[in-house]
């Protein structure tokens, strides 16, 4: 499969990180999805139903990302990916979470997972 629905750059604002400090504060993460889905029965039909609505997986992970606290981007990112492949029946998913400012000479740092299959 080619087809893949992306969002790039969902801000989400989050507990991460594990400094006590951090535990106290809401710090930006970015996070960039593409998933695996096939989208000619959508435009075949011209069918919102057919679709991947990336509204609805936005809101998804925004909520699982900002409700939750976590210490390890490496825990956002597979939370986020399994969320999405249950969740949304995609066939693979790639999450990129970056975490702006945590290096004081790097506009972002972060981690980058595919789970599934493209």
Not at 8 to 27: H, N, P, S, T, Y
Request: aromatic share 6%; net charge negative.
């Amino acid at each position: 499969m080619t087809d893949q629905v992306f969002i790039q750059g969902l801000e989400c604002q989050a507990v991460i990180g594990v400094f006590e400090w951090e535990k106290q504060i809401r710090q930006t993460l970015l996070l960039d999805l593409e998933m695996a889905w096939d989208n000619r029965a959508a435009a075949a039909a011209d069918d919102y139903s057919k679709a991947l609505c990336y509204d609805t997986v936005s809101k998804a992970v925004t909520a699982l990302v900002q409700d939750h606290p976590h210490e390890l981007v490496e825990t956002v990112a597979e939370k986020v990916a399994d969320l999405i492949l249950t969740r949304f029946q995609v066939a693979g998913v790639r999450v990129r979470v970056s975490k702006p400012g945590a290096v004081a000479n790097a506009r972002t740092v972060g981690v980058q997972i595919q789970r599934g299959t493209f």
